[in-house]
């Protein structure tokens, strides 16, 4: 079984080809097994003690839809005793005002639930006005904005697998 559970929420796509590049970063499926949340169940957490989320921020701030309908499900799911990544897709220049807000959402929330964050990821090179996403000078993950700095989707998603393969303790 893989070790560890990328559950992802995707609206036009983005974030799938985000979670794919992620899980060939990590060195495929037998690592990372991909869970598109609009087909997942609660139990389907349980099998993993590091989790990756990732959501797109959607609208002005809102979760993608296939999350929308899950969020309330996350109270069922005991998170204590797992690592937990997020990651998301935005756009920082259309929607600088709620920039990631998508994954502070989730991170807020699956912390409630006992969830420990890691993949904190820096605001430099980011330009933008707010985003629940920011904790402290961060990010609770990494942001991805193809709409704008597509160029640098790669180089980010090697960095911070690199940076959770440490946090994961693989």
Known sequence: MAKIGLFYGTQTGNTQMIAEKIQTAFGGADIVALHDIADAEPEDFRNYSYLIIGCPT??????????EGFYDELEAIDFSNKKVA???AGDQVGYADNFGDAIGILEAKISEQGGSTVGYWPTTGYDFNESKALRGN??????IDEDNQSELTDQRIQQWV????TEFDL
Do not use: K, P, S
């Not at 959607?58 to 979760?63: H, K, P």
């Not at 961060?138 to 942001?143: A, M, S, Y």
């Open 58 to 67: 959607w609208n002005i701030g809102e979760l993608q839809a296939d999350w």
């Open 86 to 88: 997020y990651f998301g």
């Open 138 to 143: 961060q990010f609770v993950g990494l942001l």
């Open 162 to 165: 690199a940076q959770l393969r």
